[in-house]
């Protein structure tokens, strides 16, 4: 009765108390998750990058779809901070997630630029660096943008009323 008492006392400072139970051990595995994801996501960042440049072979490319992936990444969880939610054992993944969902849309985007017939006729699947002119690439992307911006849009909306759910508060009756 002590220590539920001295809690009591003291939950309004700190918070709420768990002991025991499955309170206790649900803010173990999240302490754990956000500890794991700290330690653990520059390093899948490091290797998601050597194997987009492996693969594309274009430094411009790789930094553009990585700014695209933690920029949604960094604007998800702003938001979750701003809806006052924090990284449970479950959200925890969320960007993780949000990495790789945007990483396959560029992916889609970049794709699509290198299968389109580049000015001066040649195969498709040239580097960037051989294009002609700056206004060509422009034309080039914006193309490859408008034939991908439908089929990733309907995903990526889809994807966001999907992990959405996981933020969602359940309140029981």
């Not at 693969?55 to 920029?71: D, E, K, N, P």
Request: aromatic share 6%; net charge positive.
């Amino acid at each position: 009765e002590e220590v539920r008492q001295t809690s009591r006392a003291h939950s309004g400072a700190l918070g709420p108390f768990a002991l025991a139970g499955p309170d206790a051990i649900t803010h173990d595995l999240d302490v754990g998750s956000q500890t794991s994801f700290a330690t653990l996501f520059p390093l899948v960042v490091l290797v998601m990058a050597l194997v987009l440049y492996a693969c594309l072979g274009s430094l411009r490319i790789v930094l553009a779809i990585l700014l695209a992936a933690g920029g949604a990444a960094v604007w998800t969880v702003g938001l979750l901070v701003l809806a006052g939610r924090t990284l449970n054992m479950i959200v925890v993944v969320l960007p993780a997630i949000l990495a790789v969902v945007t990483t396959a849309y560029a992916l889609h985007l970049v794709a699509r630029f290198l299968a389109l017939p580049w000015p001066g006729g040649g195969e498709n699947g040239h580097t960037e660096a051989q294009l002609p002119d700056a206004a060509t690439r422009r034309a080039l992307w914006r193309e490859a943008a408008e034939r991908t911006v439908r089929p990733c849009g309907l995903t990526a909306v889809t994807t966001a009323i999907g992990l959405l759910s996981l933020v969602m508060k359940v309140r029981p009756k």
